[in-house]
């Protein structure tokens, strides 16, 4: 079995090893930590890879290289390989293996992190977590690619998808003005994300068309963590989606923040899931059963 492809000479562990450095660091020098040694034994394994599989991994680009689509698609193959190997070599030795969950900032804060003490009861103490913030763009790649186990995201970010990606639905929430109890927002800044996002666009929508009454003032913020931490304080109002409400869990116990429905005909609403590479789950033994209680235990964090 596999004769005809180990029988011919250029392919090694240390190859693809080496070769998986380059295609992550994005670069043979910076892969070589810049050993002049080192940066030629990489070239070297990178050209016998290529000629042992018939295929043009790298191209250059300037001063640099590239991956080319082939490469791309060798890397995802090794990555998941060795990913195999290391959990098969964790399990025989009783070692503790690590799973990286990525989502954004708000929802790795108000939705996640909740949730991992029973992510842990359910998967058992075989397994340490790694919180990763990413962008959806840049999580739904890193999940194609190994990098990351789990993604919480929402469902549009999943379009064209492989079909090693998976994915459950999680429940959906909606959004809310989110006001310090006692003020009026009229007399308060309006904290609002800087960035150009939609709901960046829908608050100032709102704003312009006098459906929400503020003061006019604003504080643009780079997190929606930031614009509950400004609530929090008293400083300012802000529109934050309803799962925000752990982060005034305590304060609303004390009736210092009050929450209120935005005035709108169509509700602003996001339906996020839970997603995962199937051939990154199989190599680390964990079911599908154990994912679907994973996800209703994320839906408890939702607002009821």
Same mark, same amino acid.
């Given at each position: 079995m596999f004769d005809s492809l180990l029988s011919r000479h250029g392919l090694s562990i240390d190859r693809l090893h080496n070769f998986l450095r380059v295609a992550e660091a994005g670069s043979i020098a910076d892969a070589a930590? +810049?050993?002049?040694?080192?940066?030629?034994?990489?070239?070297?394994?990178?050209?016998?890879?290529e000629e042992f599989f018939g295929a043009q991994l790298t191209r250059r680009v300037g001063?640099?290289?590239? !991956?080319?689509?082939?490469?791309?698609?060798?890397?995802? !193959? !090794?990555?998941?390989?060795?990913?195999?190997?290391? /959990?098969? /070599?964790?399990?025989?030795?009783? !070692?503790?293996?690590t799973l990286t969950v990525g989502a954004g900032a708000s929802v790795v804060e108000w939705l996640l992190a909740p949730s991992l003490g029973e992510w842990s009861e359910i998967l058992g103490p075989r397994f340490d977590w790694k919180l990763s913030n990413v962008r959806s763009a840049e999580g739904v790649e890193q999940l194609r690619t190994g990098k990351l186990d789990f993604l919480v995201v929402r469902d549009d970010a999943l379009k064209n998808c492989p079909k090693t990606i998976h994915? #459950?639905?999680?429940?959906?929430?909606?959004?809310?003005?989110?006001?310090?109890?006692?003020?009026?927002?009229? +007399?308060?800044?309006? /904290?609002?994300?800087?960035?150009?996002?939609q709901l960046a666009k829908a608050t100032h929508d709102?704003?312009?068309?006098?459906?929400?009454k503020a003061s006019g003032r604003t504080v643009e913020c780079t997190s929606l963590i930031q614009v509950a931490s400004l609530i929090s304080s008293g400083t300012a109002c802000g529109i934050l989606?309803?799962?925000?409400?752990?982060?005034?869990?305590?304060?609303?116990?004390?009736?210092? #923040?009050?929450?209120?429905?935005?005035?709108?005909?169509?509700?602003?609403?996001?339906?996020?899931?839970?997603?995962?590479?199937?051939?990154?789950?199989?190599?680390?033994?964990?079911r599908s059963v154990s994912v679907t209680r994973m996800a209703d235990a994320l839906s408890l964090n939702f607002p009821q």
């Open positions: 930590d +810049r050993d002049p040694s080192r940066q030629s034994l990489f070239s070297r394994q990178i050209r016998e890879l001063h640099g290289l590239e !991956i080319t689509e082939a490469g791309e698609e060798l890397a995802v !193959i !090794i990555r998941s390989q060795f990913s195999a190997l290391e /959990a098969f /070599a964790a399990k025989a030795h009783d !070692i503790r293996r994915h #459950v639905a999680l429940a959906g929430f909606g959004y809310k003005l989110f006001v310090p109890r006692g003020k009026s927002p009229q +007399r308060l800044p309006m /904290a609002i994300l800087a960035s150009g996002g709102l704003l312009n068309a006098g459906k929400v989606p309803e799962i925000a409400h752990t982060a005034f869990a305590d304060r609303l116990s004390r009736a210092s #923040v009050e929450s209120f429905a935005l005035p709108t005909k169509k509700p602003y609403r996001r339906q996020l899931v839970l997603a995962w590479n199937s051939r990154s789950l199989e190599t680390r033994g964990i």
